[in-house]
């Protein structure tokens, strides 16, 4: 297992800030925001102090401070300054960033204050949306990139989880209004683990008042069967983040609507990246595939009714 990450490139500074490593060079040089090490081949290095103080300077940067401003800062002012300005906006970006410095530092209380004060100005589906989805998106890059280690990255989504699961057990102690139609069962196929989309999934479901199955990571399509002795319909949902593979999504796909489809008035609905492995020629009519949240709605889910 790879340790926390605790020196980084000035291009994995580039990745985790947005700014050019070109300009980096000139606040290091210019203003003495940065104190890098050289390694023997004359490599610079930045430790993990650096980092979270560049994503301070950028977070006030990008909140229109001038860099000189910022320079004439002590250490105990700026960060003061970014708590100050991350409660107070209603900028995505800007919640983005303190998310991500509440990753770097492992601070849970940075991460639910930020949480709190953004739900105090919007639902939870926008902040899902606009700003928890953006900022998975370039975790998974960093993450690959070598920018953060795995630590960082389950601990931001290990925290992005529970909220979800709060949102949800609010939501499943309220009788689903709409029981005339059919069940949506969530799931993950087998070997798959990355659940966050589904646990978004089921959230948006049971918030518009449908009722849902919710069963998890990594399951055996031939378990799913069993289902068929308690209703006659259902619509499968899952995302598939990494499974089924390349070789293996056609005759998973196969496989499921000859079991669980065929015959039948169930559907299948995908979600998640391996999409661009099915060959959509191929691909059985009672099996849907979506490329974003908001035409899953737009077909499926109706006006909301629990707010």
């Known amino acids: 297992m790879k340790r926390i990450k605790s020196t980084f490139s000035i291009k994995n500074l580039e990745n985790l800030s947005g700014i050019k490593a070109h300009t980096l060079r000139i606040w290091e040089k210019r203003y003495n925001l940065l104190e890098p090490e050289r390694t023997d081949t004359n490599i ?11 994503l301070n300077v950028t977070l006030l940067y990008n909140h229109g401070f001038k860099i000189s401003k910022i320079a004439s800062l002590n250490e105990e002012e ?23 410095l509440a990753m770097i530092n492992f601070d849970y209380d940075l991460f639910d204050t930020n949480y709190n004060e953004i739900l105090q100005h919007h639902d939870f589906q926008y902040v899902f949306l606009n ?15 070598g920018a953060i280690s795995p630590s960082h990255e389950h601990f931001i989504t290990n925290l992005i989880k529970q909220k ?47 009722r849902t199955i919710f069963l998890g990571q990594s399951l055996q399509t031939s378990s799913l069967e069993t289902l068929y002795s308690y209703n006659s319909k259902f619509y499968f949902v899952s995302y598939l983040t990494v499974e089924p593979n390349k070789e293996e999504i056609m005759p998973f796909l196969t496989n499921f609507h000859q079991n669980l489809l065929e015959d039948r008035d169930s559907k299948l609905l995908l979600f998640g990246p391996q999409q661009i492995e099915i060959d959509t020629d191929k691909l059985p009519g009672q099996i849907e595939l979506f490329r974003s949240v908001e035409s899953f709605i737009a077909k499926y889910l109706e006006e909301t009714v629990f707010v």
Do not use: C
């Open 44 to 54: 610079r290095l930045y430790s993990l102090d650096s980092l979270k103080r560049l």
């Open 78 to 100: 700026i960060p003061e300054l970014v708590r100050s300005i991350a409660l107070k906006s209603n900028s995505e970006q800007v919640a983005i960033n303190a998310f991500k």
């Open 131 to 145: 700003v928890f989805m953006p900022l998975m998106r370039e975790l998974g890059i960093l993450w690959q990139t």
């Open 164 to 210: 979800i699961h709060l949102q949800t057990e609010t939501l499943q102690r309220k009788k689903p209004q709409r029981t005339d139609h059919p069940i949506f069962v969530i799931f993950l196929p087998e070997n798959e683990i990355h659940e966050l989309g589904i646990l978004y999934l089921n959230y948006l479901i049971l918030n518009s008042g449908y």
